[in-house]
């Protein structure tokens, strides 16, 4: 409960400096309204720090229609997703980070296990081999011998 509070209060007080006028609660249902990029921004940040996934895909999908080359805010929607279990999007995004970040660890394996369940072994070998170059190679190589 203090949590939630805690979350509410301060994306409201985000929200009215930068002039959302919504709380984290009715971000999914409210109207369309007009805001900011950098409202947008650090009212996801703060959801994303308070472990709000629902509202920080809200507030970084917001921000990345106002800014949609922004690699930032695309690797953060991209991550976001992933902690929250959203396979689908994550593997939509995981191609995109990889175009501006060809050694993205993260979106290489997201990749790979798509590959591997699509029955391309070929395509995941290549992604889980380009990721092993990383601390996580220890944990990939298991999956390629």
């Given at each position: 409960?203090?949590?939630?509070?805690?979350?509410?209060?301060?994306?409201?007080?985000?929200a009215?400096?930068?002039?959302l006028?919504?709380?984290?609660?009715?971000?999914?249902?409210?109207p369309?309204?007009e805001?900011?990029?950098?409202?947008?921004?650090l009212a996801?940040r703060?959801a994303?720090d308070?472990?709000?996934?629902?509202?920080a895909t809200?507030?970084y999908s917001d921000?990345?229609k106002?800014d949609p080359?922004?690699t930032?805010l695309?690797?953060?929607l991209?991550?976001?997703?992933?902690?929250s279990?959203?396979l689908?999007e994550?593997?939509?995004?995981?191609a995109?980070v990889?175009?501006f970040?060809?050694?993205h660890?993260l979106a290489r394996?997201?990749l790979?296990?798509?590959?591997l369940?699509?029955?391309q072994?070929e395509?995941?070998?290549?992604h889980?081999?380009e990721?092993?170059?990383?601390?996580?190679?220890e944990?990939t190589?298991?999956?390629l011998?």
């Amino acid at each position: 409960m203090r949590k939630t509070f805690k979350t509410a209060f301060s994306l409201t007080l985000l929200a009215t400096v930068f002039g959302l006028g919504a709380s984290t609660q009715s971000v999914a249902n409210s109207p369309q309204r007009e805001t900011s990029l950098s409202g947008n921004f650090l009212a996801g940040r703060v959801a994303a720090d308070e472990k709000d996934t629902e509202a920080a895909t809200q507030y970084y999908s917001d921000a990345l229609k106002q800014d949609p080359g922004n690699t930032q805010l695309t690797e953060r929607l991209f991550q976001i997703h992933v902690s929250s279990g959203q396979l689908a999007e994550s593997e939509k995004l995981a191609a995109e980070v990889l175009s501006f970040n060809s050694q993205h660890r993260l979106a290489r394996l997201i990749l790979g296990l798509k590959a591997l369940r699509e029955k391309q072994p070929e395509d995941a070998r290549e992604h889980f081999t380009e990721a092993a170059y990383t601390p996580v190679g220890e944990l990939t190589s298991a999956l390629l011998s």
